[in-house]
């Protein structure tokens, strides 16, 4: 089987077929593969039905596993499992905690950046997927930053930013943070622009984990931060996932945003799985 990858927008994303990734994949097809990712930051794969373990090999393929976050029901597995159903099979109430919480994800928004090393990719498999909504959007930030005016680069060159994950938790519901993960994961700084390791091309590193910039006046920093994620999550520079079942989306951390869409939570179930790649070191101003 060969591997093939065709583009999905001018800008980024792509399926890939060629790959069925409940197997041990050959060196050559998974480097096709991990080059696509470099080029093309959203891949996508159809007809992955995988078991946890097969995801937890096929993504460790890209590097180690981050943990899943405190707190949440995935704690001591590498999974994020995203799901309204109940243990019993209903649908969870669209009002519990954790719904909340999942609403975070409505957020344009990249996985783990308040994290002092954040992640790579995500491997994202799509298990039960309502007949309407429920969308996963993705914006390449790599595309926004070509496209702004060279004096804006000059101003964002060498600029940090600060991520903090109790600012997304708290905009569905305040408070609700534990003290236990607030000391897990205390606010961290990152470059607003880094450039990608392998073909060098920079990107703007922003989402809605982030508090402000470093150094700047609170009102000019939320401005600043606002403009730039409206601009990068312009209709040119979106792609809009939707999915089928058994769907494996591969995106890149560094230079994507991605938000689920809303569905009728009390009707219809959905059900999506994610392992995330560990970032190797701390960020670096492009
Ligand atoms: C995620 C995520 C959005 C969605 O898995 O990291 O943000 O589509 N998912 O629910
Ligand atoms: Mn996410």
């Given at each position: ?28 097809d ?38 899943s ?28 905690q ?7 994800n ?14 790579s ?73 880094r ?73 219809y ?14 960020t670096?101003a492009?």
């Open positions: 089987m060969a591997v093939t990858v065709r583009p999905l927008t001018p800008e980024f994303a792509a399926e890939v077929s060629g790959i069925d990734a409940r197997h041990s994949i050959p060196d050559a998974f480097a096709v593969l991990r080059a696509a990712f470099e080029e093309h930051s959203v891949l996508v794969l159809h007809g992955q039905r995988l078991s946890d373990d097969e995801q937890v090999a096929f993504s460790e393929r890209f590097g180690p596993l981050e943990d976050l405190v707190g949440t029901r995935g704690e001591g597995s590498y999974f994020a499992k995203l799901s309204n159903i109940a243990d019993d099979g209903g649908l969870v109430d669209p009002g519990a954790k719904m909340l919480f999942s609403k975070a409505e957020f344009w928004h990249t996985d783990s950046s308040f994290k002092p090393w954040p992640p990719a995500s491997i994202l498999i799509g298990r039960v997927i309502p007949p309407e909504g429920g969308e996963t959007e993705f914006c390449s930030m790599r595309a926004a930053h070509a496209a702004l005016p060279a004096a804006i680069k000059a101003r964002l060159a060498g600029l940090w930013a600060e991520h903090d994950l109790s600012r997304t938790r708290d905009m569905v519901a305040p408070g609700a943070m534990t003290a236990e993960q607030r000391k897990v994961y205390p606010p961290v700084r990152h470059a607003v622009v450039a990608n390791p392998v073909n060098g091309r920079k990107t703007l590193y922003l989402g809605a984990h982030v508090t402000r910039i470093v150094g700047m006046e609170e009102r000019e920093s939320r401005a600043l931060i606002d403009e730039l994620i409206a601009f990068g999550t312009g209709e040119r520079f979106v792609y809009r996932h939707h999915w089928t079942q058994d769907d494996m989306l591969i995106w890149d951390n560094r230079c994507v945003l991605h938000r689920g869409r809303p569905w009728d939570r009390a009707r179930a959905r059900s999506i799985q994610r392992t995330t790649v560990a970032g190797l070191g701390p670096e492009a």
